[in-house]
């Protein structure tokens, strides 16, 4: 199995760039669907972005598209987040997530990391 952590959030001022990390160990990322989620105080957790295991396609939700981009780069077995022009509404516990080419759900998290954008 995979094991995920995440790194790179922290405090910021509306409007400014933050990058998340996310490293994966045990396995190649490549072999997986590759997802980030975010929560916020008193929200259900919702879906951020997610990319096809070949690299070859990527999916936002609606309220990140145009700011956020989710990449990765094989040789560091690391997955990102690219946030920019953040607002006060991104202010959640962001996670990274895994699903394996055949499975149906997706099974492997890390354990989250903090970002906080003020206005």
């Known amino acids: 199995q995979v094991q995920l952590v995440e790194s790179g959030g922290g405090l910021v001022q509306a409007g400014v760039s933050l990058r998340l990390s996310c490293a994966a160990s045990?396995?190649?990322?490549?072999?997986?669907?590759m997802a980030w989620f975010r929560q916020a105080p008193g929200k259900e957790r919702e879906f951020v972005a997610a990319?096809?295991?070949?690299?070859?396609?990527?999916t936002y939700a609606d309220p990140v598209k145009g700011r956020f981009s989710i990449s990765r780069d094989n040789s560091m077995n690391t997955v990102y987040l690219q946030m920019n022009s953040l607002k006060s509404e991104d202010t959640a516990v962001y996670f990274c997530?895994?699903?394996?080419?055949?499975?149906?759900?997706?099974?492997?998290w890390g354990q989250g990391t903090q970002v906080t954008v003020s206005s």
């Open positions: 997530a895994a699903r394996y080419l055949s499975s149906t759900s997706y099974d492997y």
């Open positions: 045990g396995r190649t990322v490549s072999m997986y669907h």
């Open positions: 990319m096809h295991w070949s690299g070859t396609s990527t």
